[in-house]
């Protein structure tokens, strides 16, 4: 059994303006957390979900990480319901080509390619995204034997 650890959660109002202050505040956690992880991948795909959310989502935005023994998870909440049948087109459009041309939609693609896994889900009226990335104690996190 997996012993979850939420490392943080940030209630937001959901403004294209706080997300440079949430990807620091995640690089921050992640880096401190003594893992191994590539903090750089984390940070990116966690602006990815809280631009997607701040475009597409309403009302309040929750963002949480955390640390699920193997693997760190990376969630955002909004108040937007999204259908299954629109999760299930935005998840298509992620892993389809993008044209050069476009200015837009390449937020989930780059989340799609880079995490180990990830989804849109809906749940209670929310809209949830997430991504996982593997992550490993350093050997000076790790408990001495």
């Given amino acids: 059994m997996t012993i979850e650890a939420v490392l943080l959660r940030m209630d937001l109002r959901g403004a294209a303006t706080e997300v ?39 009302g309040p935005v929750v963002l949480e990480v955390i640390d699920q023994g193997s693997t760190l998870r990376v969630q955002v909440v909004d108040a937007g319901c999204l259908d299954q049948t629109e999760a299930r087109r935005r998840r298509a459009a992620a892993l ?6 476009a200015s837009r939609g390449r937020g989930l693609a780059v989340v799609a390619r880079l995490a180990a896994d990830w989804d849109l889900t809906s749940r209670d009226g929310h809209t949830i995204a997430w991504f996982e990335m593997p992550w490993q104690p350093t050997r000076d996190a790790m408990p001495s034997s």
């Fill in 96 to 101: 389809a080509p993008v044209s050069l041309t």
């Fill in 20 to 58: 440079a202050s949430a990807r620091s505040a995640v690089r921050q956690v992640v880096e401190a957390a003594g893992h191994v992880v590539d903090a750089e991948a984390v940070e990116l795909l966690t602006s990815e979900l809280l631009a997607n959310a701040s475009e597409h989502g309403s």
